[in-house]
């Protein structure tokens, strides 16, 4: 593949160009500005937050230096959360809140040892493939910084859609506050996901609750209990119902109802709910009086079934790339609300329908997310045998053994090479 920019406004991730697609590589993301004398490489986007840290935003830009005449490249960051339509932007005001706003300058390198640090692997790969016109940048977002949430317009709807959405930008200019200009710059969407944590997992939700009844000297009894805290995106939900009819009314049939809460955190705090999943099952009724009735019902939220909803919060889209529902919101201790823009909770609400007698109904939070990526579960799992490696070590007092390291020896061992690389 040529190491020249790509065409402007080129896209990546691309093949190799080769005609060798089986080829094993590091795929890169790439964008050119619309004049091509920039280029930013990026090895992802999207960024994983676990709670304690947040994965890197590292890459690297290739200029032209004689295009810069004495001006500078920047990179900015910004997490901002869109309320309105873009359409509705008018006199210089914006239906938007920016959240979170990082910039850095990439070149000239600044003189300050504070902003110096160790390149990366994938910032040294690309500099040692794209030669000295290559220069990285390398930002590291908090922890308290939001999600990408996307809120899901109506089927007419046009234009970028109203939620919280990282933008990574690189850009020429005389300096850091200088407006960029559309030819000279980079924009590049990425996300910032939540994923699975690793931690000891919460106990199982249960509630109960009783109702009484005029004329009947003994409560209904509705117990309620899911078979874990954590589901993943796309994984069924185990509902087991327990009641127990000692009134002198009839249950009819029983509700199951998984709902989103989205607290909107503005400059007032607002609260929307949104169905994603509904069940409603006369199996095994009606109870009786002096009646018990145990059953395990099943429910599976998706967002195939549920497309036609606006403002359903989902996980930040990228453009062309399909997505899912929002992963629940998982809050760090003193984190203000107000920073994260969207905040996104799930329950399962079991309602039991009496028969001239009300309701009777309990609620089960629970956490929706995505399971860890399977090679930072290689990894994680990885670093939990290295350490239980070593604490055998230390607790064995026999003797150091010196070989400690097999060297391969064959050919097709695994290389880092110069053009190991898919753009």
Request: net charge negative; charged share 30%.
């Amino acid at each position: 593949m040529s190491d020249q920019p790509s065409d402007g406004g080129q896209n990546g991730p691309l093949s190799s160009g080769n005609g060798d697609d089986s080829k094993k590589g590091t795929r890169v993301f790439k964008k050119s500005s619309p004049n091509g004398k920039i280029t930013t490489y990026i090895g992802r986007r999207d960024f994983l937050d676990h709670l304690d840290h947040v994965d890197p935003i590292d890459g690297v830009v290739l200029i032209e230096p004689e295009y810069l005449n004495g001006r500078k490249v920047y990179a900015h960051i910004l997490a901002a959360f869109r309320y309105g339509r873009e359409d509705l932007d008018v006199l210089g005001l914006t239906f938007r809140k920016d959240l979170y706003v990082s910039h850095q300058q990439v070149y000239p390198s600044p003189d300050d040892d504070n902003n110096k640090r160790e390149l990366t692997r994938l910032q040294e790969r690309l500099i040692k493939k794209l030669g000295p016109n290559a220069h990285p940048f390398y930002f590291h977002l908090p922890t308290n910084t939001p999600a990408s949430v996307t809120l899901q317009p109506a089927p007419g709807d046009t234009g970028k859609p109203c939620g919280v959405d990282y933008e990574l930008k690189t850009y020429v200019a005389e300096s850091i506050d200088e407006k960029s200009h559309k030819r000279n710059s980079v924009r590049l969407a990425i996300r910032k996901l939540t994923y699975a944590p690793n931690h000891p997992r919460k106990p199982q939700p249960s509630a109960e609750a009783s109702k009484d009844f005029l004329m009947s000297t003994n409560p209904l009894h509705l117990e309620a209990n899911l078979d874990k805290e954590l589901y993943y995106h796309g994984e069924p939900i185990s509902v087991n119902i327990t009641v127990a009819n000692n009134s002198n009314k009839t249950v009819k049939k029983v509700k199951i109802t998984v709902v989103q809460f989205d607290d909107i955190c503005l400059f007032n705090r607002n609260s929307c709910k949104c169905s994603v999943a509904f069940l409603e099952s006369e199996d095994g009724f009606p109870v009786g009086a002096s009646s018990t009735l145990s059953k395990v019902y099943t429910v599976t939220p998706l967002l195939d079934n549920n497309k036609d909803k606006r403002g359903l919060a989902l996980d930040g889209k990228l453009k062309h790339e399909d997505t899912n529902l929002a992963s629940s919101t998982i809050l760090p201790e003193d984190t203000p609300k107000e920073n994260l823009g969207i905040v996104v909770q799930y329950k399962v609400k079991v309602k039991l329908i009496v028969a001239f007698g009300g309701d009777l109904s309990v609620e089960l939070p629970f956490t929706l997310t995505h399971p860890l990526p399977e090679e930072d579960q290689r990894r994680l799992e990885k670093a939990e045998e290295e350490d239980q490696q070593l604490k055998a070590e230390n607790d064995d007092e026999s003797p150091l053994d010196t070989k400690l390291i097999d060297f391969e020896s064959r050919g097709d061992a695994v290389q880092f090479e110069d053009d190991d690389f898919i753009f």
